[in-house]
């Protein structure tokens, strides 16, 4: 739960007193010019903003404001309509508003629900990458909770996918399967969901007591790069027969490549991709085994735990959702 800044807070930070903050914040009386600009200024630092009456303090509104980073992306909207399940069978009414990752438009967003008496906000990132957390006050104080991108303070509550176990299940399967030669296919590295993945994926390798075939190969999220990936690995005469892929998409494009050099999937080079978007891996030559992020599952335990803090009995830490491995025909039976 976020500290509501006080007028006692912009006095101190300000260095003046109360009752100068009280003339600045509400024009009245008389005061210099360039010190309510210093108390104005302080306030909006400190993240202030006019409470809402007190009566309306006072009692619990059944509002609850969910900003969600991009309405309309494949991994946003699932977790959406888990926290909607969630809350929709209880006496709560969302108030759902769209920043499409602009953190401005996001503070405006926020702003406007914390006026209109919400009880507690749910926040849903796009991505998994850490976010920073709500300004102090922003939200009058209300109980706060992060879905998919994890707040970057240890005390707020998040939940997110667990990337990093994933990896290491990616690498596990491969090697249950007899497979020790084993190239990984990336997306850009400054991804967090990369970073967790080969996290996961090189523990596991560690463990087995052997080396990745060949350095990680970093590139776009795109089929194209899947592909082009694949064919330098080839053409570097890498000696392969697992590839685990951090996305399907990468995954669509190694096989592609694979059957351009006549290497048969799974067969001859089984292929495991992540985040199991039908679209991509099911609609393709060989269907792909792919890691489920459970993002239904993020958006109702994110909405739980926002109301057991509603409720007073408030979570602190990130709770990570296991990914579900989805086999396909790309790995063997």
């Known amino acids: 739960m976020t500290h509501r800044v006080t007028l006692d807070d912009i006095a101190v930070a300000a260095n003046v007193s109360k009752a100068t903050v009280s003339k600045?914040?509400?024009?009245?009386?008389?005061l210099a010019a360039h010190t309510r600009r210093l108390v104005l200024k302080t306030a909006e630092d400190l993240g202030y903003r006019k409470p809402i009456s007190a009566s309306a303090m006072q009692r619990k509104t059944g509002l609850i404001g969910l900003v969600s980073a991009d309405l309309e992306g494949r991994f946003s909207t699932p977790a959406l309509i888990g926290a909607e399940n969630?809350?929709?069978?209880t006496n709560h009414a969302v108030l759902l508003t769209n920043s499409r990752g602009d953190p401005k438009l996001e503070r405006a967003h926020i702003d406007q629900l914390a006026a209109r008496g919400i009880d507690g906000l749910l926040?849903?990132?796009?991505?998994?990458?850490?976010?920073?957390?709500?300004?102090?006050?922003t939200a009058l104080g209300v109980p706060i909770v992060y879905a998919y991108a994890p707040s970057t303070d240890p005390n707020d509550c998040s939940v997110t996918?667990?990337?990093?176990?994933?990896?290491?299940?990616?690498?596990?399967?491969?090697?249950?399967?007899?497979?020790?030669?084993?190239?990984?296919?990336s997306g850009p590295e400054h991804y967090q969901a990369t970073k967790d993945r080969l996290a996961g994926a090189r523990r596991a390798a560690e463990q087995a007591g052997i080396r990745l075939a060949a350095p990680v190969r970093y590139g776009s999220w795109r089929e194209a790069w899947g592909r082009t990936a694949t064919r330098l690995l080839l053409e570097d005469d890498v000696h392969v027969d697992g590839i685990y892929c951090l996305n399907d998409m990468l995954a669509r494009g190694a096989i592609e490549t694979l059957h351009d050099w006549d290497l048969r999937v799974p067969e001859?080079?089984?292929?495991?991709?992540?985040?199991?978007?039908?679209?991509?891996?099911?609609?393709c030559r060989v269907p792909i085994t792919s890691f489920d992020n459970n993002?239904?599952?993020?958006?109702?335990?994110?909405?739980r735990q926002l109301l057991d803090a509603i409720k007073g009995n408030p979570h602190h830490g990130t709770t990570y959702i296991g990914c579900s491995l989805v086999t396909r025909k790309s790995t063997s039976a």
């Open 268 to 283: 001859d080079v089984e292929v495991i991709g992540h985040d199991n978007w039908a679209v991509t891996a099911t609609e």
């Open 86 to 89: 969630t809350l929709g069978t």
């Open 24 to 30: 600045a914040l509400n024009d009245t009386g008389q």
């Open 295 to 303: 993002l239904q599952e993020i958006g109702r335990r994110a909405a």
């Open 161 to 185: 996918c667990d990337n990093v176990s994933a990896g290491a299940m990616a690498i596990n399967h491969l090697l249950s399967h007899g497979r020790r030669h084993i190239v990984i296919i």
């Open 123 to 137: 926040v849903l990132g796009g991505e998994t990458d850490l976010r920073p957390p709500i300004k102090p006050n």
